[in-house]
């Protein structure tokens, strides 16, 4: 997630806060789960040995991703309308 | 206590062109620790990766309990595997990386370990390699599964951490079975029970210590 924000944090700096939505379930995310095959493959076998495959795990981290970015996309709208 | 069996049979893995496994069968029972020996290349590692899935080859066969797992891509529920490098992330914590692996029912006996209590408020990555391998392995022999694959355990450990090890490994396996390898041939003779080694991609059943140093894994000096 860190990385996917940092990622998301580059987007709205040079295309506007819009870009925020469209990175952080695309771009971001792929480079998130890069940053993990590339540098911490191993960890998958902690959540391997807990009964956790890593398609459950990416299913997971994007379903997180996506309701995460909905909540953030509600919040936005509602500050937009209130204020 | 129902008995589990584990057999793999039929494994081929190349490397390029280079044969690494070509004739491997391996049995391990529930109660048995079966010590994987075998010269740096044989393929040891490859083959609990095999196993546990991490590693694909083409003719493969495993079974657990003589049901086929080889459509099965995760045997993640019924075999834990701990590799060489660190696998608990870095970030977590000790505690929750132990409240994340053991159930609850066995927290209480997880946590009556002196070594486990000093180490408890620490985050993995302020961990000495030591005290990280000795949690791994912890973590892994108390996982629910019916058979465990330890990949060099003794990496890291001073010798009596390793006995501390042995011990542990010792009192899970009348639950479990333990394929176990490492380099330091001296502990995985001593908990065995059976030993396997490893030579030109092929397993052969150890009958007598004495046949490590006839197909030249051990020189006849490594039992003076």
Do not use: W
């Not at chain 2, 129902?2 to 070509?22: F, M, N, P, T």
């Not at chain 2, 000093?118 to 599964?145: D, Q």
């Amino acid at each position: 997630m860190v990385i996917n924000l940092t990622v998301c944090a580059v987007a709205v700096l040079f295309g506007g806060f819009d870009y925020f939505f469209i990175t952080i379930l695309s771009f971001g995310f792929l480079m998130s789960i890069a940053f993990k095959e590339l540098y911490r493959q191993n960890d998958y076998l902690f959540y391997s040995n807990n009964g956790i495959s890593k398609i459950h795990l990416l299913v997971f981290a994007y379903a997180f991703t996506f309701f995460t970015t909905i909540l953030i996309g509600f919040i936005t709208f509602v500050i937009k309308n209130v204020f | 206590m129902k008995k589990h069996i584990l057999e793999v049979d039929g494994v081929q893995k190349k490397y390029d062109e280079r044969v690494i496994l070509s004739d491997v069968y391996l049995k391990c029972e529930t109660s048995q620790i079966i010590g994987l020996l075998g010269r740096n290349g044989s393929g040891k590692s490859t083959l609990l990766k095999i196993i546990f899935g991490i590693i694909s080859a083409p003719n493969k066969c495993i079974r657990i309990d003589s049901v086929s797992k080889n459509k099965q891509n995760n045997l993640s529920s019924e075999i834990s595997y701990l590799s060489q490098e660190q696998f608990i992330p870095n970030h977590l914590s000790v505690k929750k990386a132990i409240l994340l692996s053991i159930d609850k029912q066995k927290l209480k006996f997880f946590y009556e370990d002196d070594f486990i209590q000093s180490i408890l408020n620490k985050r993995i990555n302020h961990l000495s390699s030591g005290e990280l391998r000795y949690l791994e392995i912890k973590i892994v022999l108390f996982n629910p599964s019916k058979f465990v694959l330890l990949d060099e355990p003794y990496n890291g450990l001073s010798p009596i951490m390793a006995d501390l090890v042995n011990e542990m490994i010792k009192g899970n396996s009348h639950k479990k079975g333990i394929v176990i390898t490492d380099h330091n041939y001296q502990n995985v003779i001593r908990i065995s029970t059976q030993l396997v080694l490893i030579k030109e991609g092929k397993t052969h059943y150890i009958r007598d210590k004495a046949e490590l140093v006839d197909k030249g894994y051990l020189t006849s000096s490594a039992f003076l």
